[in-house]
T-cell receptor, first 113, second 110 residues
């Protein structure tokens, strides 16, 4: 079937505004991950969802960041009161189970002015 | 906490040169190991993976990697690179949580 999709592909916002980023995982994948990729940096883990279990939020950098996953499928990452340092590419990945291969979406490039 | 180190930040090679990108991790238990590639303007793709069995793993486009447990390493190799291999390469280790290295940017000169 289709791969992981993310929307929007690009988002430009003003400092202080809230943004929502969407991820649609591969159908049937129970595990979903959010990462942040900053220029010249590796992938920074943000949050992980597995089925109906409580998410692993250990990577969220501040309480301005939150995510939810509705119905075990689509996920939304919300960043409140955006700051310039939030500018990055936000990547979503899904896998059939936690230790298995992760398949990545194209990412959302967020620019905070 | 587990970590993944990629020692080379930027590698520049001429076409037909041999490639080896280093990857070391710090975790003593059972791990699954991955190399991902990100071509310019494209999203991350799996290059190869190791879960168990033969420690020499072959992936797409002529790449291979060798898992050396005693050295906690999973280096990526290709005997003869092409211009189209220009990309960023990420090593990743999963021991329950997936952790990525900082990436190595490979530039292949035609």
């Amino acid at each position: 079937g289709a791969g992981v999709s993310q929307s929007p592909s690009n988002k430009v916002t003003e400092k202080g505004k809230d943004v929502e980023l969407r991820c649609d995982p591969i159908s049937g994948h129970t595990a979903l991950y959010w990462y942040r990729q900053s220029l010249g940096q590796g992938l920074e883990f943000l949050i992980y969802f597995q089925g109906n279990s409580a998410p692993d939020k250990s990577g969220l950098p501040s309480d301005r960041f939150s995510a939810e996953r509705t119905g075990g499928s689509v996920s939304t990452l919300t960043i409140q009161r955006t700051q310039q340092e939030d500018s990055a590419v936000y990547l979503c990945a899904s896998s059939s189970r936690r230790a298995d291969t992760q398949y990545f979406g194209p990412g959302t490039r967020l620019t905070v002015l | 906490a587990q970590s993944v180190s990629q020692h080379n930040h930027h590698v520049i090679l001429s076409e037909a040169a041999s490639l080896e990108l280093g990857c070391n991790y710090s975790y003593g238990g059972t791990v699954n190991l991955f190399w991902y590639v990100q071509y310019p303007g494209q999203h991350l793709q799996l290059l190869l993976k190791y879960f168990s069995g033969d420690p020499l793993v072959k992936g797409i486009k002529g790449f291979e990697a060798e898992f050396i447990k005693s050295k906690f390493s999973f280096n990526l190799r290709k005997p003869s690179v092409q211009w189209s291999d220009t990309a960023e390469y990420f090593c990743a280790v999963n021991a329950g949580d997936m952790r990525f290295g900082a990436g190595t940017r490979l530039t292949v000169k035609p």
